[in-house]
């Protein structure tokens, strides 16, 4: 359907050309007289040029995007192409268009340069925004559908336009625990040039470390509880997790980074004042963080009451 409106523009297009030609070929005057000292005939033509222009940039967008769209699968890239397509098209149009109005168009193209280099100082903020967009476009510090980080602000990308980034935020002060807020957050692309980005689903391995923290008494079997938390987090992230961390040791080998990665979820022991901490550390998607740590805190917790006589927890003696 887009495709057939886009080749209705180009023939549209063509029909506006034809008559602008046959004004000016035939010297057909189908208005006479003037307006303000101009003949209203050469205002039709330009008029009709113009819209001729305005006609075939469009449906060669429409066209163009409807193809590139349709051989995309992947939505971050189909976002990323409307975006740098429509931008084309633009800067297409506008030389276009002033090219016809004064028949100079590589005297447009310098103007344009000028003047972009005069309002540069006018327009510094628009300017690094969009020199932001072009950055993330080409480096790729984060896409659509990311989970990101960004100058204390935290969510969801859901679009990179020209001069901003727009998050659906999570945290933030309405909520905890990684949950959505509902709330929007617009930052501008030039803060991705001087601030640090956090991704969390970085599409390349899409997972992050995770820990759950049981505090214990010291009469606690610590092997026994290390044991317990290890086997109920191996029960249920299962082969989910051997695949993240297959995903990662391909990531570890393409840098010089060397680390020990271990197949399955790990216990740090963490000794305080009067209670051992057991921090469960395994991998998980970040969006599924939560949900994860909720129903790993549930079993290990419903196992380690099972076993009184080897678990024992922390009892608070201040009133």
């Known amino acids: 359907m887009n495709r057939r409106l886009g080749y209705a523009f180009l023939v549209g297009a063509v029909g506006l050309s034809a008559a602008a030609g046959a004004i000016r070929r035939f010297d057909f005057e189908p208005i006479p007289g003037d307006v303000v000292g101009v003949p209203a005939t050469g205002l039709l033509t330009q008029a009709l040029l113009v819209a001729a222009v305005g006609l075939a940039v469009s449906g060669s967008y429409v066209v163009v995007l409807d193809v590139l769209l349709t051989r995309t699968v992947d939505k971050r890239w ?41 309002i540069t100082f006018a327009l510094q903020q628009p300017l690094f925004s969009l020199i932001g967009w072009i950055y993330i476009m080409v480096n790729r510090p984060y896409s659509v559908g990311d989970r990101v980080a960004i100058e204390g602000s935290k969510g969801d990308v859901v679009e990179v336009d020209f001069f ?18 509902g709330r929007v957050i617009t930052l501008p692309n030039s803060v991705v ?36 938390m290890i086997e109920e987090a191996s029960d249920y ?7 993240a961390i297959e995903q990662y040791r391909e990531r570890l080998a393409e840098t010089p980074v060397e680390l020990e990665v271990r197949d399955r979820p790990s216990v740090n022991v963490v000794q305080e004042e009067s209670w051992i901490d057991l921090r469960l550390r395994y991998l998980v998607h970040p969006r599924q963080g939560q949900r994860v740590r909720n ?22 003696r201040s009133r």
């Not at 800067?91 to 090219?99: A, C, M, P, S, T």
């Not at 901003?164 to 959505?180: A, D, F, M, R």
């Not at 599409?203 to 317990?228: K, M």
């Not at 992230?237 to 695949?243: E, F, I, N, Q």
């Open 78 to 118: 189909k976002h990323d192409l409307r975006n740098l397509v429509r931008l084309v098209f633009v800067v297409l149009g506008i030389v276009g268009v002033l090219g016809v109005l004064t028949q100079q168009y590589v005297g447009v193209v310098f103007s344009l340069g000028i003047v972009g280099f005069a």
């Open 164 to 181: 901003v980034t727009t998050l659906w935020e999570i945290n933030g002060e309405l909520v905890s625990s990684h949950q959505p807020s």
């Open 193 to 228: 040039l001087s601030s640090h980005v956090h991704n969390y689903s970085f599409r390349e391995f899409p997972h992050v470390w995770n820990e759950l923290s049981i505090q214990v008494a010291y009469e606690t079997d610590l092997e026994f509880a290390r044991a317990l």
């Open 237 to 243: 992230l299962g082969a989910d997790m051997r695949r």
């Open 295 to 316: 129903e790993l805190y549930e079993r290990i917790l419903e196992r380690m009451n099972d076993n009184p006589d080897r678990v024992a927890f922390p009892v608070s």
